[in-house]
């Protein structure tokens, strides 16, 4: 009896709490159970991660200061190593040129600045090229060695070629003398122009500046600007004379460089025993050369016995011609180019003659002018 109260009473305390269970209040319960065991399951969370990050502060910390003292020590080495290698080497760059050593320079870029500068200082240099380029190393030397940027110089502007220049003032474009920069040649060219600025219309002296190059310093004779003026004075002032002695000997444009033979004047250009003598008879030995008197080509080539005789006749150009008769040989045939100067005949006495004479006329467009107005007028 006892066994089936007992019994009765568990079925009673189960089927009790199965209708609290199912009850809101029971819910409610039975809520509040898995939030406190949620609440807790994160509690132990937060207090495991408190404590990872307990160890972990703890793991780094110690590994900090150990990580600080090999660093600390690391440096303190390092700094007396430094100071060893100071006490007995200094930085420096190795200068090299194919290969092989040539010095020793503090700092590149410096010794490359000093390097233009000394170069530019050299007289009349318009600029250079280094033919061999050289490398730079970077080096601990000992201190007992020396820095020999001098001796670098040396040996580097040694390979470098090295182009000058100068300044030409010319003359009817050929060149006089020689200064030394642009301002002095335009200066000295501006005074000369208008020195020579009145000459004769019919003068034509070109005077001018131009650059000049050369690699050899010893090409050129740089002048001062006072002594170049006085040497371009001179060749200006002689070229005027000339031009003004070969303006006497030209006529329509044709310089008459020549006089045709070397003898005397035995009859002049004008009346003669009531005729008019179209030319100049000059005297001279049987057969004495006989010259062009200016460039051209032989227009007419007549051996004859009477009148003009034995004749040549050259053109010139600008209707300028000239007759050379009473030859005693002809050396030139029609067509031939002839130069001032050259020979074209032998004197003679042929034709209407008294004696060994060159009779020698100017035609300017066919008609005869008077020869010593141009040639024996001296």
Not at 44 to 58: G, P, V
Not at 59 to 70: D, P, Q
Not at 126 to 144: C, H, L, Q, T
Not at 325 to 335: E, I, M, P, T
Request: with cysteine.
């Amino acid at each position: 009896m006892e066994e089936k109260r007992r019994n009765g009473t568990k079925l009673q305390y189960i089927l009790n709490l199965t209708l609290y269970i199912s009850s809101y209040k029971g819910i409610e319960c039975i809520y509040n159970l898995k939030i406190d065991k949620l609440y807790g399951i994160i509690n132990k969370s937060h207090e495991n991660k408190r404590r990872w990050m307990f160890i972990l502060r703890r793991g780094v910390l110690f590994y900090g200061k150990a990580a600080f003292k090999v660093l600390c020590i690391l440096t303190l080495a390092i700094t007396i190593i430094i100071a060893i290698v100071l006490l007995k080497y200094k930085p420096a760059y190795k200068v090299l040129i194919d290969g092989e050593q040539i010095g020793l320079v503090e700092n590149v870029q410096e010794f490359e600045k000093n390097f233009d500068e000394k170069m530019n200082l050299i007289k009349y240099m318009a600029f250079y090229s280094v033919e061999k380029v050289p490398k730079y190393e970077f080096a601990f030397v000992s201190k007992e060695e020396d820095v020999n940027e001098d001796v670098v110089y040396e040996k580097i502007a040694a390979n470098t070629e090295i182009t000058y220049s100068a300044y030409a003032i010319t003359v009817d474009g050929e060149e006089e003398v020689y200064v030394g920069n642009v301002e002095e040649a335009e200066k000295l060219v501006g005074e000369l122009s208008k020195k020579y600025a009145k000459n004769d219309e019919d003068l034509d002296i070109n005077i001018g500046v131009h650059q000049v190059y050369t690699q050899n310093a010893e090409d050129y004779t740089i002048d001062k600007s006072s002594l170049a003026k006085k040497e371009v004075v001179k060749v200006v002032d002689k070229k005027l004379e000339e031009e003004h002695e070969n303006k006497k000997h030209t006529v329509n444009g044709i310089l008459l460089a020549q006089t045709p033979v070397n003898g005397v004047i035995t009859s002049r250009y004008g009346s003669r025993w009531g005729t008019t003598h179209m030319g100049l008879d000059i005297g001279a030995p049987m057969g004495t050369d006989i010259h062009a008197a200016a460039d051209g080509k032989v227009e007419k080539v007549v051996n004859s016995n009477v009148g003009y005789g034995n004749l040549v006749v050259i053109s010139h150009g600008n209707g300028v011609q000239t007759y050379y008769a009473h030859c005693s040989k002809l050396f030139v045939k029609k067509g031939q180019k002839i130069s001032a100067g050259d020979i074209i005949a032998a004197v003679g006495s042929t034709g209407d003659s008294t004696g060994p004479h060159c009779h020698f006329e100017i035609r300017l467009n066919g008609s005869a002018i008077n020869p010593q107005e141009y040639v024996y007028n001296n």
